[in-house]
């Protein structure tokens, strides 16, 4: 072969062979990545597995009955972990039926005072108070029953769109269901899926937009029919027309109900009866939107940002 030179015939060959050989070195390195990818999640499935189940309160107080939806966050100090301290001394009073909002920067802190109501997580001290009773010695389920929330982020089953509203309250009938969105105003855009009601929702329901998945959460809620309602950015990617029309239907929820509402657009918290501005997992400013307007510090300067 040296003496010889390289043919033709010897170029092919060892060209052929070359790639021969190249493929399934290329094809371990991907089954390599996929592994990697496995491996990571069978991780997190682990974690969930291993992951303790709620301690149940032992011997709960009864729930005050009926509920009156005074909320009282006393003294409220909370870290996800023990390092790294979120909420700092967080006291509110939210009378019965009162609308409280809360703003601030992003991270600030509102999702994690909203997420200690139904007890997600323990406080590293303070306490939380449901019509004077501190909701740590309540039966967490029952407990949870008396609230609804929409979160920022939403969630959707695989299944009708009927179900998944009336998720909110499984013994709903359909009507109620109907009712419910109409007040969400979500009716008019179920109408035009392709079997309104019955449409099939998949995957956490991509088939929808991000503001019609919101609807249909707000929907959601107010088939609970709860006396406390939580609204968490629940109008972000809505559009401001559709806005104003469930800005009502919301408003008619929230009526005689405790209500916590989260929200970047401050046109919506204005009429709240306390506004309140958390700043580094601190109350920074409180008090109604004339209130707080007048001595033109951060809420005004946030308020007329966005009006500018
Ligand atoms: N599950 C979690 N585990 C650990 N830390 C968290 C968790 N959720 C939030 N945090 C931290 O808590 C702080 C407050 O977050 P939070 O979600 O309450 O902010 P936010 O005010 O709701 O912000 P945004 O306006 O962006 O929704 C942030 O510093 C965040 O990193
Ligand atoms: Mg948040």
């Known amino acids: 072969m040296i003496t010889r030179g390289f043919d033709l ?25 996929s ?28 729930m005050p009955a009926p509920i009156q939806g005074q909320v009282t966050l006393s003294h409220v100090n909370f870290g996800y972990v023990p390092e790294k301290q979120v909420l700092f001394d967080i006291d509110i009073d939210v009378k019965p039926g009162q609308k409280i909002a809360f703003v601030g920067e992003t991270g600030a802190g ?29 039966d967490r389920n029952e407990l949870r029953k008396k609230l609804s929330i929409v979160f920022q982020d939403t969630h959707l089953f695989t ?4 179900e998944n509203i009336r998720y ?14 109409k007040l969400a105003a979500a009716d008019s855009f179920i109408m035009q899926l392709p079997q309104g009601y019955k449409t099939e929702l998949t995957n956490d329901g991509a088939n929808l937009s991000q503001g ?12 609970a029919n709860t006396p406390i309602l939580i609204l968490d ?11 104003i029309a469930i800005q009502e239907g919301i408003d008619r929820l929230m009526q005689d109900k405790t209500s916590f509402v989260i929200a970047h ?39 007329m940002g966005q009006f500018d």
């Open 265 to 303: 657009r401050l046109s919506t918290i204005r009429n709240a009866d306390v506004i309140c501005l958390i700043e580094k997992g601190r109350i920074a400013e409180f008090g109604s939107h004339v209130e707080l307007l007048k001595p033109k510090g951060k809420y005004y300067r946030l308020y």
């Open 110 to 138: 509102k999702s994690t005072i909203i997420n200690l109501l139904p007890r997600f997580y323990p406080l590293l001290s303070g306490d939380i108070l449901l019509d004077k009773t501190s909701i740590f010695k309540l």
């Open 168 to 181: 909110g309250r499984l013994t709903a009938t359909d009507d109620e269901v109907i009712a419910a969105a």
């Open 233 to 243: 950015e629940a109008t972000s990617s809505i559009d401001t027309r559709t806005e």
């Open 35 to 62: 592994l990697q990818a496995a491996l990571a999640g069978a991780e997190r499935i682990f974690a969930v597995i291993d992951t303790a189940p709620e301690s149940e309160t032992i011997d709960p107080l009864p």
């Open 212 to 223: 019609q998945r919101q609807l249909i959460n707000i929907a959601r809620a107010t088939v």
């Open 159 to 162: 299944d009708t769109v009927m």
């Open 9 to 33: 015939g010897g170029l092919t060959a060892f060209l052929q062979y070359a790639r021969q050989f190249g493929r399934p070195v290329n094809e371990i390195s991907s089954q390599y990545n």
